[in-house]
């Protein structure tokens, strides 16, 4: 609230709203496929090896568009670049309804996958072009919401959805909504500087800290892609999150099949249950960023370091996806599946951060999209492995590894990125 005051206004965080409730569409679009997977299976006579090609093939464009896509939102500008690629996606998800065989739905997603990736190279721009550095580490928190939220109402929507119409309605209207919010966005979203809703006092606060969040990055793709990985410290960021990723594709590709199959749970009873690892998410998104301002501000740690040491605290959660595999009860399985839900979306949080802080304002958007790239990479070949030995060897292998990846990847994320200055930048 003192922070509102003392900025003259609120509306960056109206625009957080308004970017998050994108995300959470996006979210719902996404995980349509997975909440219906046991009937769209069933009705289109799938097997679970050509169901991991049809996740592979949204993971595989996630994986290819995420640094094209944000060269593209940094070349042509949020505003446009963003709602360009929520109609794309948009369509796509509607497209869904129509399809009869696997390939169909296959081709389908590759193209969602490929508009959809750019979430998070978007966010990243967001947090830079309209908050001020001190705040970025709690906006980006809020700002996380949207991720896990749609992710956790979209099973009770989609089950709502799917009993008044089938499975094909449950991307019909989900699709149809993407297409209205893109036109909302055009109507409200502007950079700080052309924004006509701003107070005079607020765009002062905003533009006070900025660096060259508004400038454009290279039009050349390979050279500006070129400058990013001849640094070494993207690595501190792109290897961790590649090691964080498969935590989360787990969560929103596999947990539904896996309580469904593995767990014995009902299509309705996994509805009322599978939420609560993405609201465990949003407390972890929204944690990460008052932990990591608290060590900023109260411990004086620089807002690089503050955000290794939140990584660091946050891997340990992680563990508890190593648990999960051990219990009998599918419910216990459910809360220790939240906690890691919890510290990946920390994880993910502090990602954003790092490349905020790192990395210039013209350039975070395809920085991040290489980053997503890397995390991306991981999410597809996890896919594919658990599609060809899940049906043999179950989930408790992968889940158990899935608990000490993290670790490993705080610790090359303080190896490569901590400051040894300890001087307070916050």
Excluded at 31 to 49: C, R
């Amino acid at each position: 609230m003192s922070a509102i005051l003392k900025s003259g206004g609120y509306v960056r965080w109206l625009m957080i709203i308004l970017f998050a409730t994108g995300v959470i569409l996006n979210y719902v679009d996404r995980n349509a496929l997975g909440i219906m997977a046991q009937e769209i299976i069933k009705d289109l006579n799938i097997t679970p090896k050509e169901y991991s090609y049809i996740t592979g093939a949204f993971q595989l464009a996630y994986t290819i568009f995420q640094p094209i896509v944000g060269w593209f939102v940094d070349v042509i500008g949020l505003r446009i670049g963003f709602a360009i690629m929520v109609v794309i996606w948009s369509i796509m998800c509607v497209l869904h309804a129509g399809a009869g065989t696997w390939i169909h739905l296959a081709i389908l997603r590759f193209f969602m996958g490929a508009a959809e990736s750019v979430v998070a190279p978007a966010n990243a721009k967001v947090i830079s072009l309209w908050f001020p550095k001190k705040e970025r580490a709690i906006a980006n928190g809020w700002s996380m919401v949207g991720f896990s939220l749609g992710a956790m109402i979209a099973p009770p929507l989609i089950y709502t959805i799917h009993q008044f119409g089938g499975w094909q309605l449950a991307f019909l209207i989900p699709g149809s909504l993407g297409i209205i919010w893109a036109g909302i966005w055009l109507l409200f979203f502007n950079q700080p500087s052309k924004s006509r809703f701003l107070s005079e006092a607020e765009k002062k606060y905003i533009l006070s800290e900025q660096d060259d969040s508004e400038s454009q990055q290279n039009k050349n793709i390979f050279v500006a892609i070129k400058q990013v990985v001849s640094k070494k410290k993207f690595y501190g960021i792109a290897i961790p999150a590649f090691l964080a990723e498969p935590a989360w594709a787990a969560v929103n590709f596999w947990v539904p099949y896996y309580l469904l199959t593995e767990r014995g749970m009902q299509l309705k009873e996994m509805a009322m249950f599978v939420w609560i690892p993405f609201l465990a998410a949003d407390f972890g998104g929204l944690s990460s960023g008052y932990f990591s301002r608290m060590l900023n501000k109260h411990f004086g740690l620089s807002r690089i370091n503050a955000a290794c040491t939140t990584y660091l605290g946050a891997a340990f959660f992680m563990l508890s996806m190593a648990f999960a595999s051990l219990t009998e009860s599918p419910y216990t399985a459910i809360a220790l599946i939240a906690i890691g839900a919890w510290g990946h979306q920390m994880l993910s949080a502090m990602l954003t951060i790092q490349v905020i802080e790192n990395f210039s304002g013209k350039e975070v958007s395809t920085v991040n999209g290489l980053r997503g790239s890397s995390a991306w990479i991981a999410s597809f070949l996890f896919t594919i492995i658990v599609g060809q030995f899940v049906e043999t060897i179950g989930f408790k292998p992968f889940f158990i590894t899935m608990g000490f990846l993290d670790i490993i990847g705080a610790i090359i994320m303080c190896s490569l990125l901590y400051q040894r200055s300890h001087k307070n930048n916050g």
